[in-house]
């Protein structure tokens, strides 16, 4: 049994360091499924941020061709960037920009030329507006394509509005694109739900110097001299060069995007466009719900900076994949350690069965030899309750009913412990029962009485049957057999009930240093059926027995 028991202690250990081995094999292997398919989305975030900044740089290529061609002719260039843009159709080749447009300088309160050149490109009287009080200014003299949202933004000054003018002042400066905040544009009609929009300018610089008797100073100099008059040239202060105008692109946020994603934009699971950068931009455009696992990416407009997060919510992907790989690792680590189970259970059958075989002779040896006790106690009470009958008889048919009855109550006492036909019985109708058939009076079992504590089978017969031993020798030499008083009681002390037996007043005082075989019995049953301890003590003339165990709870119902 030894050399079994080394086996398998060493074959468990073996079998748990496998198991542990596949364990952490597939928890490596599921974490790089998770990274790798984290990169996956990353990389493809990536190329969607790419996609969108060349798609603005496709736009920017398209106002940097314009700028050149209205640079070449910038007298009658109107018809001439009109037939370029009708042929080059960049709403279809770019899309996402409104238009394109030109916006031509002027001086303030001489809106003639801007007005002599709207006429020129569209054939019709449209005026600058609106009124306002800088210095110079840049009304729109062109918009392409020419549809009824564009139309409404002919003569409009930009110059006159603070966010436009912010960017145009970038522009030329700089000499550079410029974005501007968002902003609602003037092509958006009344009634409509408005949307974020945006433009970006390229500067037009004149192609030379005005004369010096008629140089104004721009708002961004720090002097002021003559007006030219007309429009067309603006000289700056120093070192700001003289411009002609601006082509500038407007954007709705939403087409855009929507035109730059395309098909992208319905496999992702969210997507939030940001104008800046940080907690505090401007969310301005949103599709869909973002994830947990959301992607942060910076896209270009111009000069300025926006934030991209987007996820595709792909969590069979990122998550079901490793989640599966590590599963089916630990399936294989718990069949392996199945093995290890095994073998214990089977060592733990052997030892458990040895024990039952050891136990089982053991209690056979108690149960034969407290069999013929029980037989010989069963008798004596049977003649005590006769002796009882007789003093109580009036003749021999009262005696006859009497006897027949206890003698039939006690049959039924204990054949309802034996067979176990109730879940729960009362301590008080045991105590009761057993008193009734000592032939204990109506009056004295009225004042044996204590709480409501009911026990399961195997707690009623041990209680039962120690009762029915304390009964049984008070009848032979107690108090029952009118040699002393009887006192019993029972109380709950804390999470434990308290089981007093007392006889007082006896003839002679017990001798407790030596237990009969049948109490031997009854404290066997207590400690083993009920988990509770047995006390018995004499002194003076007084018996007293004890018993203590911890409360059963109540067995849960059911339902037929």
């Keep these: 049994m030894g050399r079994n028991l080394w086996a398998d202690r060493l074959l468990g250990l073996l079998v748990r360091f496998v198991g542990l081995l596949i364990l952490l094999a597939t928890l490596a292997t599921a974490t790089a499924s998770f990274i790798y398919n984290q990169r996956d989305e990353e990389e493809q975030a990536d190329r969607l941020a790419m996609q969108v900044n060349t798609r603005?740089?496709?736009?920017?290529?398209?106002?940097?061709?314009?700028?050149?061609?209205?640079?070449?002719?910038?007298e009658t260039s109107g018809p001439g960037?009109?037939?370029?843009?009708?042929?080059?159709?960049?709403?279809?080749?770019?899309?996402?920009?409104?238009?394109?447009?030109?916006?031509?300088?002027?001086?303030?309160?001489?809106?003639?030329?801007?007005?002599?050149?709207?006429?020129?490109?569209?054939?019709?009287?449209?005026?600058?507006?609106?009124?306002?009080?800088?210095?110079?200014?840049?009304?729109?003299?062109?918009?392409?394509?020419?549809?009824?949202?564009?139309?409404?933004a002919l003569g409009y000054d930009m110059y006159s509005e603070p966010v436009r003018r912010e960017a145009m002042r970038r522009a030329w400066q700089t000499g550079n694109a410029a974005a501007t905040g968002i902003v609602q544009l003037v092509q958006e009609q009344e009634g409509e739900r408005p949307h974020p929009g945006f433009l970006i300018y390229l500067p037009v610089y004149a192609n030379v110097l005005p004369a010096s008797a008629g140089v104004m100073a721009s708002p961004l100099g720090p002097e002021r001299a003559g007006e030219p008059e007309g429009a067309g040239v603006v000289a700056t202060a120093k070192g700001v060069r003289p411009i002609e105008g601006f082509v500038y692109a407007p954007f709705r946020v939403g087409d855009l995007m929507t035109a730059a994603l395309g098909s992208q934009l319905s496999r992702l699971h969210g997507i939030e466009i940001y104008a800046g950068e940080g907690p505090k931009a401007q969310r301005v455009f949103a599709h869909g719900k973002l994830g947990w696992d959301a992607q942060e990416k910076r896209i270009r407009i111009a000069d300025?900076?926006?934030?991209?997060?987007?996820?595709?919510?792909?969590?069979?992907?990122?998550?079901?994949?490793?989640?599966?790989?590590?599963?089916?690792?630990?399936?294989?680590?718990?069949?392996?350690?199945?093995?290890?189970?095994?073998?214990?259970?089977?060592?733990?059958?052997?030892?458990?069965?040895?024990?039952?075989?050891?136990?089982?002779?053991?209690?056979?040896?108690?149960?034969?030899?407290?069999?013929?006790?029980?037989?010989?106690?069963?008798?004596?009470?049977?003649?005590?309750?006769?002796?009882?009958?007789?003093?109580?008889?009036?003749?021999?048919?009262?005696?006859?009913?009497?006897?027949?009855?206890?003698?039939?109550?006690?049959?039924?006492?204990?054949?309802?412990?034996?067979?176990?036909?109730?879940?729960?019985?009362?301590?008080?109708?045991?105590?009761?029962?057993?008193?009734?058939?000592?032939?204990?009076?109506?009056?004295?079992?009225?004042?044996?009485?204590?709480?409501?504590?009911?026990?399961?089978?195997?707690?009623?017969?041990?209680?039962?049957?120690?009762?029915?031993?304390?009964?049984?020798n008070s009848i032979k030499y107690g108090a029952l057999a009118g040699k002393g008083q009887l006192a019993i009681d029972w109380r709950r002390e804390g999470e434990e009930v308290l089981f007093n037996w007392t006889e007082s007043d006896l003839p002679h005082t017990p001798d407790c240093s030596r237990e009969s075989f049948g109490t031997q019995f009854i404290r066997s049953l207590i400690e083993r059926q009920l988990k509770g301890e047995w006390q018995r003590s004499a002194v003076d003339h007084c018996l007293r027995v004890v018993i203590r165990w911890r409360e059963q709870a109540p067995a849960p119902l059911s339902s037929d």
């Design 56 to 74: 603005l740089r496709d736009q920017l290529a398209v106002l940097e061709g314009v700028r050149a061609l209205y640079q070449s002719d910038m």
């Design 81 to 152: 960037i009109r037939a370029y843009l009708a042929a080059l159709q960049p709403q279809v080749r770019a899309p996402g920009m409104q238009g394109v447009g030109i916006a031509l300088a002027m001086r303030r309160g001489t809106p003639a030329a801007a007005e002599a050149r709207l006429r020129e490109n569209y054939g019709e009287d449209i005026r600058v507006w609106p009124e306002t009080g800088q210095p110079i200014g840049f009304p729109i003299v062109l918009l392409e394509p020419p549809t009824a949202r564009n139309r409404a």
């Design 304 to 472: 300025h900076q926006w934030t991209m997060r987007l996820s595709y919510g792909r969590f069979q992907e990122r998550l079901g994949r490793p989640l599966a790989i590590l599963l089916f690792g630990i399936a294989l680590a718990l069949l392996a350690t199945k093995l290890h189970r095994v073998q214990q259970r089977r060592l733990g059958a052997f030892q458990a069965l040895a024990e039952e075989k050891a136990r089982h002779a053991e209690d056979r040896e108690l149960m034969m030899g407290e069999m013929a006790h029980r037989m010989k106690n069963a008798f004596a009470r049977i003649g005590a309750l006769a002796r009882i009958t007789l003093r109580e008889a009036k003749d021999l048919e009262d005696f006859e009913v009497r006897f027949d009855g206890r003698l039939r109550a006690l049959s039924d006492a204990k054949q309802m412990l034996v067979s176990g036909v109730v879940d729960r019985v009362e301590l008080g109708a045991i105590v009761h029962r057993e008193l009734e058939l000592a032939g204990v009076s109506a009056d004295q079992l009225a004042a044996v009485d204590g709480p409501a504590v009911r026990l399961d089978d195997d707690g009623a017969q041990a209680i039962a049957l120690a009762i029915h031993e304390l009964v049984t």
